[in-house]
């Protein structure tokens, strides 16, 4: 997600800070650590030195008397010399003549003196003169005052910010109190579109209106029409709902503000409702725009949790959401996005009309969903012609629009692993095995006995499919072991996509799952525990037959179980009385049974073709769906 950072002041910014400090130094301070190699002597030895003849140039300020001896060994070459600035020319030009300083007296005859002064040679006269107390320029001494340590102070302050920030005080709330995150999207910092969101067309359709309604609100106005408010973004992970809120934003060419839930979540109560109160004031100076909260979940949990104490900040960011939302003038062009894979502990408030009022399902892709995110992703990849992505589709049902991008680049991750210049259809299938059963591990060591055992299980799961009407085509068979820790599976590709599933289709998908300890039954006598996921995979399908399909002579259509996370995972639970519980897990147990049993006959009645099939994928450690279909059809 490439989101517009704050911008940071400049590096160039420090060095300036730096080069000023480093001239000023330079310019002020060094002259003067200068002026301390002088020797400090006392007003007595001044003036007998005075007296003695030995002086040659005295220079006289307020509050320091500076002055140089003889040279005894130039005598008569300095005899004609007057310099004007008498400090400067002691400091610059006499290169090895010590400058000795004295603190003067109130001596009114120190001029006397100095003219008196007798010397041994009678041209000699000692210069001496008087300087005025040199001031520096005022805008030198203004920058001194001022500028420079109101620069150093705003250093030292950014640096101990930006030091809290980092250590998690959030020291910057200080600093920006109240002041809300939100980035603010133009058209080329997401450079999304809808071009890029595959599918979903319900949900382009729905927010292409509201669009259209930021363009033109007047063609709305005229029939009299007002748009929702805000729209709600519901779906599992991966879908694409922050896609398309950024698809939104590139194609809206308003303002987009764009602010994560959790950015709300403060450590001070009262933080996060003003934050919210900053983000609608920066929309309504900014209107038309559109908002989008993501993950709106974080804020807009139900109130009355039952939590001890409750949230009180949190309940605070909700009502100031709330209120700001009634607040605004719709009719303005101000359009609220909001995201979230829990629409349902979202608090009613919320939800009601006025508010979140329309809700935008982005549902997994389906089969024509798949194919085309395949192809939006790999748009820019190097493809061979004959790449069939109707058949990846196929194979990866239930898979959504961040698995399919994921299998795309694990593809092109292959391709270049395996030292090609372009993707071809078996990397793509290979990615899409990796996602379902991790890599290949070729390495790991399994005994004779147990590959045979777990080409007998595989083979019993592909022939009781085969073997049943209205089973998916066996695709693939392999018992190479996989990262995550299958020893091998059995992969069926539909033809076409299921919206509904008929009892009779159920059951013989748990007739499938339970082929594999058939056929270990049949072959060896043995149950071992390679069978654990088929076992659990075959529970949930007879418990939501008998619970939630009403699928059970007993129960006819009444629910016994409310799934409560649909788009996480869709945990189930239980609205019955324990009697019913009891007798519902005798009533899974024997569907169950029944699949197993039937495994059993239909691997008996076969156990030649068993044989074969296991020996021949023994062998060659994978069987595709043509191999396979061939060697029934020989047998038959
Ligand atoms: P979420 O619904 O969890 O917010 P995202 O929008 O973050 O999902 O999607 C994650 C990634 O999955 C996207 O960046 C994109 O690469 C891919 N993706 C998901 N859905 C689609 C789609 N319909 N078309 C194209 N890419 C998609
Ligand atoms: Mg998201
Ligand atoms: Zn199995």
Redesign the pocket.
């Known amino acids: 997600m490439e989101e517009k950072k704050i911008p940071r002041k400049p590096v160039l910014y420090y060095y300036a800070v730096v080069l000023i400090t480093i001239v000023l130094l330079n310019a002020l301070i060094f002259p003067n650590i200068m002026k301390r190699q002088i020797v400090k002597v006392d007003y007595g030895s001044f003036l007998m030195k005075v007296d003695s003849g030995l002086v040659k140039t005295v220079s006289i300020h307020d509050d320091e008397i500076f002055f140089t001896l003889q040279k005894k060994n130039t005598a008569g070459a300095t005899g004609s010399y007057e310099p004007k600035d008498q400090l400067l020319t002691l400091l610059n030009e006499k290169n090895n003549e010590t400058v000795y300083s004295t603190v003067p007296m109130n001596d009114p005859t120190l001029v006397e003196r100095l003219l008196n002064a007798a010397s041994p040679n009678e041209n000699r006269k000692i210069s001496f003169a008087r300087e005025l107390p040199k001031k520096n320029s005022p805008l030198l001494s203004f920058l001194l005052t001022w500028i420079l340590p109101t620069i150093l102070f705003y250093g030292i302050g950014e640096v101990f910010t930006k030091k809290m920030q980092q250590s998690g005080l959030s020291g910057g709330n200080f600093m920006t109190f109240g002041k809300s995150n939100a980035k603010i999207y133009v058209q080329a910092l997401t450079g999304k579109t809808f071009a ?5 067309d319900e949900a382009k359709e729905s927010l292409v209106e509201i669009i259209d309604f930021l363009h033109n609100p007047g063609r709305y106005a005229e029939i009299g029409a007002t748009l929702p408010k805000g729209a709600l973004l519901v ?10 809120a950024k698809a939104v934003a590139g194609e809206a060419n308003v303002p987009f503000f764009s602010i994560t839930g959790s950015e709300f979540v403060e450590m001070f109560v009262g933080m996060g409702a003003a934050k919210v109160r900053d983000l609608f004031k920066q929309a309504n100076e900014r209107a038309p725009c559109i908002i989008f909260i ?1 993950e709106i979940d974080t804020i807009g949990k139900k109130r009355d949790s039952g939590m001890v104490g409750g949230n009180d900040e949190r309940e605070q960011t909700l009502n100031q959401l709330l209120s700001e939302m009634d607040g605004f003038d719709g009719t303005k062009g101000i359009v609220i996005l909001a ?1 979230t ?1 829990r629409p349902e502990i979202l608090d009613k408030a919320l939800l009601r009309p006025g508010r979140f009022d329309r809700r935008i399902p ?1 549902e997994l ?1 389906d089969l024509m ?1 798949r194919e ?2 395949l192809k ?2 790999t748009i820019n990849k190097k493809l061979s012609r004959e790449i069939d992505f109707s058949m990846i589709a196929r194979s990866t049902a239930g898979a ?3 698995d ?2 994921n299998i795309v680049n694990e593809a092109a991750l292959r391709a270049v692993r395996m030292g090609r210049r372009e993707i071809i259809q078996n990397d793509l299938e290979e990615s899409v095995e990796v996602i379902i059963a991790g890599y290949q591990r070729k390495g790991k060591t399994i005994s004779i006995k147990e590959r045979e055992i777990v080409a007998y299980h595989e083979t019993g799961h592909a022939l009781v499919a085969a073997k049943q009407s209205d089973s998916a085509p066996v695709h693939k068979i392999t018992i190479i072991p996989r990262t995550s820790g299958a020893l091998g599976y059995t992969m069926q590709v539909d033809a076409e996509e299921h919206n509904l599933m008929s009892k009779e289709e159920l059951f013989n998908k748990i007739t499938t799952l339970t082929g594999g300890r058939a056929a270990e039954e049949i072959a060896f006598n043995r149950k071992t525990s390679g069978a654990s996921n088929d076992i659990e995979q075959a529970t949930r399908i007879a418990r939501a037959m008998v619970t939630r399909f009403g699928m059970s002579d007993n129960y006819d259509m009444m629910a016994l179980e409310t799934v409560t996370n649909q788009y996480l995972g869709g945990d189930s639970s239980l609205i019955c009385s324990s009697e019913t519980a009891s007798r519902i897990d005798n009533e899974v147990l024997s569907i169950i049974r029944n699949a197993h049993a039937r495994a059993t006959e239909i691997l008996k009645e076969n156990r030649k073709l068993l044989d074969d099939l296991s020996k021949y994928l023994l062998d060659k450690e994978t069987i595709s769906g043509e191999e396979f279909k061939k060697i029934m059809g020989n047998e038959n």
């Open positions: 890029d969101v595959a599918g979903q779906g599992p992970p991966g879908t694409g709902k922050t896609l398309l993501d995201a894979n982005v892709p969903g085309a995110i939006v992703h959504s629009g961040a399919l991008a």
